[in-house]
């Protein structure tokens, strides 16, 4: 069974606790890495410039603390596949346990 980096975890631990049960759960089916959590204020204005986000400081979801925001890319071979069937694929399982979970009442 997949689990989580040390890294993952340590950004995981920024974002909101519906959030970490969410990936808690993903990760049993799917393995995967978390890219970003919460973002300070020089981080969130980096993503806005380099195009990742659509958002300057302090309006993103990432912003928070905890952050209401986690980026996450599936885990293949040692690496991110950011491969377009993958990403859709990995999406729309996501969105499968993210209603699993709703339904269950987290």
């Known amino acids: 069974m997949p689990k989580l980096s040390k890294i993952s ?13 969410f990936c808690n759960e993903l990760i049993k089916h799917y393995d995967f890495v978390v890219v970003c959590g919460h973002r300070g204020e020089k981080e969130q204005n980096e993503a806005f410039a380099s195009g990742a ?6 309006n993103g979801k990432h912003n928070s603390y905890p ?39 987290l």
């Not at 975890?9 to 049960?21: A, F, G, K, N």
């Open 53 to 58: 986000s659509k958002l300057k400081w302090p």
């Open 67 to 105: 952050s209401k925001a986690v980026d996450i890319a599936p885990w293949e071979s040692g690496k991110i596949d950011w491969s377009k069937d993958q990403m859709f694929y990995f999406a729309g399982f996501a969105k499968g346990v993210a209603a699993m979970l709703y339904k269950n009442g």
């Open 9 to 21: 975890l340590e950004r995981l631990s920024t974002c909101h606790e519906d959030l970490i049960i």
